[in-house]
């Protein structure tokens, strides 16, 4: 099976922060201005498509690099505390929290509208990212979501996914959908997608 199971998650991105701080969300080899540059671009592509004036969780928010692409309230939860330490300290304006486990197990409740998460699922096997949607279900039955991902890449960390099949996912974990959006692009030569559902 591609991608990570639950519990391989967190060790996979301690592991990384520890060799990479910073860097741990780029892609490997990456210097400081590439990340600013890859980043850079994947925002632009975002912009137009992706709510940034609602109530956000950014689920698997990392250190923090799509942060200010935000300007309602918001709040990044990861489940690497390192990571979270580095967000805190380059946005110290905005809410983090650390995620005990690949879930949305944190007091108190996230009141958000929109559910945002890039190249995260993609690290979970389809077991975790099922846990994931019951556990933000728990906190929000009816979010808009915008889901970022790679489309092709087969391997042990990532499972890349059609975006119908994020699209089904959300509607088997009791999400209701009333409309999706999706709009690709390639990204260092790789097939992204980002999926829109509007509940």
């Given at each position: 099976?591609?991608?990570?199971?639950?519990?391989?998650?967190?060790?996979?991105?301690?592991?990384?922060?520890k060799k990479q701080g910073?860097?741990?969300?780029?892609?490997?080899g990456?210097?400081?201005?590439?990340?600013?540059s890859d980043y850079a671009e994947r925002r632009a592509f975002f912009a137009g498509h992706v709510p940034t004036n609602v109530a956000t969780l950014d689920y698997g928010c990392g250190v923090g690099r799509y942060t200010t692409m935000f300007h309602g309230a918001y709040v990044g939860v990861d489940i690497c505390s390192a990571l979270v330490a580095i967000a805190r300290k380059e946005h110290p304006d905005h809410d983090y929290r650390v995620l005990t486990q690949p879930s949305l197990a944190i007091e108190p409740a996230i009141?958000?509208?929109?559910?945002?998460?890039?190249?995260?699922?993609?690290?979970?096997?389809?077991?975790?990212?099922?846990r994931i949607l019951e556990s933000i279900?728990?906190?929000?039955?009816?979010?808009?979501?915008?889901?970022?991902?790679n489309v092709d890449d087969q391997s042990r960390t990532v499972c890349g996914r059609h975006p119908d099949t994020y699209i089904e996912m959300v509607r088997a974990?009791?999400?209701?959908?009333?409309?999706?959006?999706t709009t690709r692009h390639h990204f260092h030569g790789a097939e992204?997608?980002?999926?829109?559902i509007i509940p």
């Open positions: 099976m591609n991608g990570l199971g639950s519990n391989a998650v967190k060790e996979y991105w301690d592991q990384r922060a910073k860097l741990t969300t780029t892609l490997a990456s210097t400081p201005d590439r990340a600013d009141r958000f509208r929109l559910v945002f998460t890039a190249t995260v699922l993609q690290h979970n096997d389809d077991q975790a990212v099922r279900r728990h906190h929000n039955p009816a979010p808009s979501w915008a889901i970022y991902e974990a009791g999400f209701p959908i009333s409309d999706t959006f992204h997608a980002m999926t829109i």
